[in-house]
């Protein structure tokens, strides 16, 4: 077993936009830094809507910014993701609580499937 001198915690919801931008932005850091074998990230769950039914991010995203300023803010996130080689094709798409998702996920994991 491999010993580090740092560990990252990577706290993330499958459902975040962001996620895959900090994600993104933290590996090219990361493979930037001379001492890279050293770090040990460890991805971790969180869920950003726990308990809340499958429903339209269009939808939600109108009842949440009601502002441009928001939606602007959100869209420029976007952006953030096309510049880290991320497509987000949110129109149309179902949000809600992630908890079966990540479920999914530390099943692969416990099986060596996952990152």
Same mark, same amino acid.
């Given at each position: ?38 770090? %040990? ?13 499958? #429903?339209?991010? /269009? ?19 976007? %952006?953030?993701?096309? %510049? ?7 129109? /149309? ?12 996920? #530390? ?9």
């Amino acid at each position: 077993m491999m010993t580090y001198a740092l560990t990252v915690q990577f706290w993330g919801d499958l459902i975040c936009p962001v996620c895959p931008v900090r994600h993104a932005m933290l590996k090219a850091g990361v493979a930037q830094f001379p001492h890279r074998e050293s770090i %040990e990230i460890v991805y971790r769950s969180s869920r950003l809507r726990p308990g809340i039914p499958p #429903h339209r991010v /269009n939808s939600y995203l109108k009842q949440k910014c009601g502002a441009e300023a928001d939606i602007a803010s959100i869209l420029g996130q976007v %952006e953030q993701g096309a %510049e880290a080689g991320l497509t987000y094709k949110m129109a /149309n798409t179902l949000a809600g609580d992630t908890m079966d998702a990540h479920r999914v996920v #530390h099943f692969a994991k416990s099986r060596g499937l996952q990152m």
